[in-house]
């Protein structure tokens, strides 16, 4: 894991928010805020159980999990992803885009608003625009 | 005239919230050791922010949801419900393969004698939550084929990837649900699986938006399963 990983996954979740809020006062300030708190705090919430505390697909779940959650640090995976279809697959689940139902939907729980600013927040993730 | 109002209001208060009422022996025991970490009322803030800074689950629907002779008993010799505690994301750190449970952040839970277990489920049985949180009736009771059962649970609808069906297999973030049908009454089970939102508005369970023989036949799997595994 090089430098640049580690600082965008955590370790430890209420750290990592409260890093998290710190980092995004100075960004917002400096250069433009990449993700919102409320992002954060929806993927800490909703995702972490399966896809991590690192956001490599490695959460409390998978152990037993016939198929294994997207691994949301790999730029390449995720890059060949368009957005359209992360937002889709979170919003109506795994089974909307031809992928496992044990991707569940979330369209109940947030809002189009909350979806689009995770969105955003697994591009800044995964370090990589969309290559499509 | 201000005397009968006043006595109208209190009347209305007690109406609402019955087992608020001070001749429960229970009632005085949640009060001093269980509200710092159960709600008891519905609270105002139903916000996520809430959920984070929650110690316990909330009780104030306790009445629509448990069975009393599980309260009882578990009251007395409380064992672990939710593999990764309450809340999940407080209690998981990243391990050599996928994350673990941090076992060193959990705490054994508070017990009660048999006597204070009994008259804490009688005023717990009382507090029954907003009206309509249940849909009473909803399960039919139709028996149904564990190995379809089985089937819907794990692989057609992604159930076992939060919660185990069996002692240490399938997801932690959930419920065990293979002691659900001893705790939980039946129509709870329905009504949670068909909106967990409306039970518990930010919960990590999503509205899985399930047809209606779906809800009945994973009703009806859980508390067989109860019955066959929960031992």
């Known amino acids: 894991m090089n430098m640049k990983t580690s600082l965008r996954i955590p370790a430890f979740l209420p750290a990592a928010a409260l890093l998290a809020a710190g980092f995004m006062a100075c960004a917002s300030a400096a250069a433009g805020t990449p993700y919102t708190e409320r992002a954060l705090r929806n993927y800490d919430t909703y995702c972490v159980q399966c896809h991590g505390v690192k956001r490599n697909g490695r959460g409390v779940n998978t152990r037993d999990m016939a198929v294994q959650p997207r691994d949301h640090s790999d730029a390449k995976g995720m890059g060949d992803i368009p957005d359209e279809e992360i937002a889709h697959a979170i919003k109506d689940g795994g089974l909307a885009v031809n992928k496992s139902v044990l991707m569940p939907a979330w369209g109940n729980v947030m809002s189009d608003e909350e979806i689009k600013e995770l969105v955003a927040y697994l591009r800044f993730v995964c370090n990589c625009g969309s290559t499509k | 005239m201000k005397r009968s109002l006043l ?26 050791q269980c509200i710092s970490c159960h709600a008891i009322a519905k609270p105002d803030n139903m916000t996520l922010d809430r959920l984070w800074t929650r110690k316990g689950p909330d009780l104030y629907y306790a009445g629509s949801k448990f069975n009393k002779a599980w309260l ?17 994301a407080k209690h998981v750190k990243a391990g050599d393969k996928e994350d673990v449970v941090d076992e060193s952040t959990l705490t054994a839970h508070v017990k009660l004698s048999k006597a204070d277990a009994e008259a804490v489920a009688d005023a717990l049985m009382a507090l029954t939550g907003p009206d309509g949180l249940v849909a009473k009736g909803a399960f039919k009771g139709d028996k149904v084929s564990m190995a379809m059962g089985a089937m819907f649970f794990s692989k057609l609808r992604g159930c076992a990837a939060c919660h185990s069906a069996k002692p240490g297999t399938g997801g932690a973030s959930g419920p065990e649900l293979y002691t659900a049908g001893e705790r939980l009454q039946p129509d709870y089970i329905y009504s949670y699986i068909k909106d967990p939102q ?19 036949r994973l009703t009806g799997y859980i508390l067989q399963l109860s019955a066959s595994e929960g031992k």
């Open chain 2, 7 to 32: 006595a109208a209001s209190l009347g209305a208060a007690f109406a609402a919230g019955p087992a608020l009422a001070a001749d429960n022996p229970g009632t005085g025991i949640l009060k001093a």
């Open chain 2, 72 to 88: 009882v008993k578990w009251m007395q010799e409380p064992v672990r419900i939710r593999p990764a505690g309450e809340f999940y």
């Open chain 2, 198 to 216: 409306k039970v518990d508005p930010h919960i990590w369970m999503p509205t899985l938006n399930l047809a209606e023989p779906d809800l009945q």
